[in-house]
C-alpha cells in the first residue's frame, strides 16, 4: 500500500500568518491527492482535489500543489475558524491511504 | 443537499457482527460510488472500503479484507457494511461517504456524520 507521511504532525501559527502543510507519497502518485478538513467533533469535510482543485465553496485562502509523490496545502492567511487537523488522502490505488494527519492549531 | 446519515452503531463483542446502514438522499444515488472510512477515538482517518456505482467493482483496506463487505441497494439509496469477526481495536465511528465523480471511482466528497462502534466485551 502506499504510505502518506505528512509534516508537520503538529503546528500553532497566528491569525494572519500562512501556514504550508506536506505530503509526502511513498510512490508516485502522479496529481491523485485530495486535502480534507477536520474540526473537532465533526466529520472531515473536501477542501481540494486532484492536488489543486477546489472543492466549491472552500475559500480561495487554500490553495494545494504538488506531484509526484510531494504536495503541499497552503492556507495563505489563517483565520481563526482554520483551527482543525488536515489529512491528505491519495486515490491513485488501492487501498486508499491517508496521511496521519496535521494539527493546525492557532494562537 | 446531499445527506448521509448512518445507523447501525453500538456496542459489540469481540468476534461479533455488525451491520451498517447509511441512507442517501439529496443526489443521484445510482451512478456514485460509496465509500465507508473508519475513524478510532483520538487517531486518523482510514479508509476501508469503496463500491462502484453499479456494485460491480468493490476493493477493500487489507485490515478488512476477508471480514467486512461492502453492498448497496440502490432502489432504496442505501449502502451497507457486514463487519464479521470483530476486534476490539475496531472501536471507531464509522462513515459514509460519496465519490465525487459519477461513474466512476475518484476521490470521497461528501461524509456523513458517523456512527460510533464500540467493540467490547
Known amino acids: 500500500a502506499i504510505q502518506l507521511t505528512q509534516s508537520p504532525s503538529s503546528l500553532s501559527a497566528s491569525v494572519g500568518d500562512r501556514v504550508t502543510i506536506t505530503c509526502r507519497a511513498s510512490?508516485?502518485?502522479?496529481?491523485?491527492l485530495g486535502w480534507y478538513q477536520q474540526r473537532p467533533g465533526k466529520a472531515p469535510s473536501l477542501l481540494i482535489y486532484s492536488t489543486y482543485t477546489l472543492q466549491n465553496g472552500v475559500p480561495s485562502r487554500f490553495s494545494g500543489g504538488g506531484s509526484g509523490t510531494d504536495f503541499t496545502l497552503t492556507i495563505s492567511s489563517l483565520r481563526p475558524e482554520d483551527s482543525a487537523t488536515y489529512y491528505c488522502?491519495?486515490?491513485?490505488?488501492?487501498?486508499?491511504?491517508f496521511g496521519q494527519g496535521t494539527n493546525l492549531e492557532i494562537k | 443537499q446531499v445527506q448521509l446519515v448512518e445507523s447501525g452503531g453500538g456496542v459489540v463483542q469481540p468476534g461479533g457482527s455488525l451491520r451498517l446502514s447509511c441512507a442517501a438522499s439529496?443526489?443521484?444515488?445510482?451512478?456514485?460510488?460509496m465509500h465507508w472510512v473508519r475513524q478510532a477515538p483520538g487517531k486518523g482517518l482510514e479508509w476501508l472500503a469503496v463500491?462502484?456505482?453499479?456494485?460491480?467493482?468493490?476493493y477493500y483496506a487489507d485490515s478488512v479484507k476477508g471480514r467486512f463487505t461492502i453492498s448497496r441497494d440502490n432502489s432504496k439509496n442505501s449502502l451497507f457494511l457486514q463487519m464479521n469477526r470483530m476486534r476490539v481495536e475496531e472501536t471507531a465511528v464509522y462513515y459514509c461517504?460519496?465519490?465525487?465523480?459519477?461513474?466512476?471511482?475518484?476521490?470521497?466528497?461528501?461524509w456523513g456524520q458517523g456512527t460510533l462502534i464500540t467493540v467490547s466485551s
Open positions: 439529496g443526489f443521484t444515488f445510482s451512478i456514485y460510488a
Open positions: 461517504a460519496r465519490d465525487r465523480a459519477h461513474g466512476g471511482i475518484g476521490e470521497i466528497d461528501y
Open positions: 510512490q508516485d502518485i502522479g496529481s491523485d
Open positions: 488522502l491519495q486515490d491513485r490505488s488501492y487501498p486508499y491511504t
Open positions: 463500491m462502484s456505482y453499479d456494485g460491480r467493482q468493490t
